[in-house]
């Protein structure tokens, strides 16, 4: 099994809608086997699942904490029949964007702190009713996920992915228990993340996938400052086909050869989101 997975990739982003194919088409020849495409929010449901069919990748549904200022109630319910639709769709492996975002000030204040925390209880609802796993976002909001998630807990357990894992050791040690893996990508290959490089390097190898969340979370070669960008330099695109040089990155700090890394992550990745292993090799 040595090809890579991102398990985190908006190519639904208005950023791609010039060249998505290309973009899809470089990743694949850098050894990107699959993509796992999220949704943040209903309008955009059939965008990811026209992608995945189109590329042969997978895709999530689900509402984003940043999305739920826009949201209506009865978006919950054109989730769960969405769900029910495509419920015999292959490609449809997970509820997910969702989760809670403690660090735009925004979401902190009432009503939108109560309102992502009600859309993100009613999604674990229905992961559970769906027989799901779910893509968590998790933003300074650890210690909250987790308590919903053991309160809500299916009776075989969770499965699924924090991305973009920003939280302690000891919160990712309880998502793992909790049966999660926890997902990586840009922001280890910057020196200054000293927080995510230690706890890329140092958790279980059994609990890492990799991912993009391209465009966004450029790793540091694409990555633009402040000052630079003042200056006219643009932001660097991210995209899926960067997994294999983010990954190089995390091989070196754990000292493991690159092929064991993706042996090792796409693997976790089948483990994490189950539907996955019917549609990529064994």
């Known amino acids: 099994m040595s090809f890579w997975i991102d398990t985190h990739c908006h190519l639904d982003a208005a950023e791609f809608l010039p060249d998505v194919a290309s973009v899809r088409a ?33 895709y999530a549904l689900g509402i984003h904490p940043l999305c739920v200022h826009e949201a209506h109630d009865e ?26 975002d ?4 925004a979401l902190l204040q009432s009503p939108l702190r109560e ?25 300074r909001s650890a210690d909250k996920l987790l308590k919903h998630l053991r309160e ?9 992915i924090g991305h973009a894992f920003n939280g302690s050791e000891q919160q990712a040690q309880e998502f793992i228990k909790l049966g999660f893996k926890l997902g990586f990508g840009g922001t ?3 020196d200054a993340a000293r927080q995510i490089r230690r706890l890329a390097s140092e958790l279980p190898l059994s609990a890492l996938v990799m991912e993009t969340d391209s465009p966004d979370i450029p790793p540091h070669w694409l990555y633009a400052t402040a000052q630079q960008r003042a200056a006219g330099q643009a932001q660097g695109r991210n995209e899926p086909g960067e997994v294999p040089r983010i990954a190089a990155v995390l091989a070196q700090l754990r000292g493991l050869p690159v092929q064991a890394l ?9 483990q994490a989101l189950p539907k996955l292993k019917a549609l990529l090799p064994c």
């Not at 990811?48 to 590329?55: E, N, S, T």
């Not at 403690?102 to 000030?105: A, E, G, Q, S």
């Not at 993706?262 to 089948?270: I, V």
């Open 26 to 58: 470089r990743a694949a020849s850098g050894g990107v086997a699959h993509c796992v495409l999220p949704a943040v929010a209903v309008g955009n449901f059939e965008a990811v699942r026209q992608l995945a069919h189109r590329f042969s990748d997978s």
């Open 75 to 100: 978006d919950l319910q054109a989730l769960d029949a969405e769900l029910t639709l495509r419920q015999d769709d292959p490609r449809l492996v997970a509820v997910g964007e969702i989760g809670l």
């Open 102 to 105: 403690y660090f735009v000030p």
């Open 115 to 139: 309102r992502q925390e009600f859309f993100y209880r009613e999604q674990l609802k229905l992961a559970r009713k769906h027989g799901l796993p779910v893509i968590l976002h998790v933003r």
């Open 152 to 160: 809500l807990a299916p009776e075989g357990g969770w499965c699924g």
């Open 188 to 190: 280890l290959t910057f």
């Open 262 to 270: 993706a042996q090792a992550t796409s693997a976790n990745a089948l």
